[in-house]
């Protein structure tokens, strides 16, 4: 009989959606001891909640997170809630000896997240945070090349994520669907939401930053608030470029907005070493581009793995080879490392405190982009 781990989400928004779905599905393709109950959720607006409720399959429904959070019945709290609410939520979690599920970014600042961190370890509970792009299979077989040496010394990474969505200056902010452009309930703009994704990324696979030189702009100024009803003063980034260098000696740039025209989710990334090279498209996410110089002269060129045989990572509880899988699937993946890290009293990566790293660099980053100086990491 598989152990019941009954989950308390908090939101009801794409990425409740993303994390439910997960929790449905990954006992049907994971052989694991443990199995998601999907006991309660939790949103202000009840008339919502309860039709989020129905659709994914909770049990059961509350208003106010401080009650679901308090519930005797649940073992994991799920935060999928605006940033500003992250560190709030986590603590109390702690408080009662709850697992913890957080959204990313981990929280608003770095003094938030070490706080986070702090009470998270000394309750002693189980704990991560949803960087999900890892779990992408040709994302987790990057890192496996990466590790085996087969690029030898890294010299260069470099990462990039676009989206065009925000461009309208008649676009307005705050309110449940466009809380990412009000900075009181974000905390910054593209460097939280999109880079934080490349950071963590790229922190896995190539180790940590050390020092970043940013800049940082904000287009459009003012925009109407949906909570108040005035036109305010915009406070988060959109848009944001950076340089970085790793403590291994090799150079990054980053580079992330949500003014290119055409792109509504272009995460790419390349790593360069002295013997080959991998590139990864979010577009073709079950495809990894590798180069490999020691390859004979006249056949020597990029190469498309296709991501999708047994060998390759996760792939073997999927489908027959040569049929990919999607975006979803990498939450699914997230799940089950969760779970099978909980059986084998293991913490499954990127925990509170490997979160906490990307939101210092993301600190980094934007003090860099308000002073035009380069700024440690710290």
């Excluded at 089950?336 to 405190?353: E, I, M, V, Y």
Aim: aromatic share 10%; charged share 25%; with cysteine.
């Amino acid at each position: 009989m598989k152990k019941k781990l009954n989950v308390g989400m908090i939101g009801y928004g794409f990425m409740a959606r993303a994390h439910s779905n997960a929790y449905r599905k990954v006992n049907n393709f994971f052989d694991l001891q443990y199995q998601p109950v999907l006991k309660a959720v939790c949103a202000r607006d009840e008339a919502k909640v309860k039709i989020f409720a129905e659709t994914w399959g909770y049990e059961s429904v509350e208003t106010d997170w401080r009650k679901l959070v308090e519930r005797k019945d649940l073992d994991v709290i799920d935060i999928c809630v605006p940033n500003n609410l992250h560190r709030d939520i986590a603590l109390a979690a702690a408080r009662t000896g709850k697992m913890i599920l957080c959204e990313k970014p981990l929280a608003m600042s770095s003094q938030e997240g070490a706080e986070m961190v702090t009470a998270i370890e000394q309750a002693g509970v189980a704990n991560m945070v949803w960087y999900n792009y890892r779990r992408v299979p040709a994302v987790t077989l990057a890192k496996k090349l990466v590790e085996e040496g087969r690029l030898g010394r890294i010299f260069h990474y470099r990462a990039v994520f676009l989206q065009d969505w925000t461009i309208s200056a008649d676009l307005p902010q705050g309110g449940t669907a466009l809380w990412r452009l009000d900075v009181a309930a974000a905390g910054s703009g593209v460097t939280g939401d999109l880079l934080a994704h490349c950071i963590d990324t790229a922190i896995w696979i190539n180790g940590d930053i050390a020092r970043v030189t940013a800049m940082t702009e904000t287009f459009v100024k003012e925009r109407k608030h949906n909570l108040t009803g005035k036109v305010e003063p915009v406070g988060i980034d959109d848009a944001c470029a950076f340089l970085a260098r790793f403590k291994n000696g090799s150079l990054g740039t980053f580079e992330s907005t949500r003014y290119a025209r055409g792109h509504k989710a272009l995460y790419t990334f390349e790593i360069n070493g002295e013997k080959a090279s991998i590139q990864w498209d979010l577009h073709d996410l079950h495809r990894l581009a590798y180069f490999d110089h020691r390859d004979e002269g006249v056949l020597r060129g990029w190469r498309s793995i296709h991501v999708t045989d047994g060998e390759h990572p996760y792939m073997s509880q999927w489908w027959v080879p040569g049929l990919q899988i999607g975006y979803e699937h990498s939450f699914v993946h997230q799940v089950a490392d969760f779970l099978d890290g909980l059986a084998k009293n293991r913490p499954a990566s990127p925990t509170f405190r490997d979160a906490q790293e990307t939101q210092k660099v993301c600190d980094a980053v934007l003090k860099s982009g308000s002073t035009g100086q380069w700024a440690e990491v710290v």
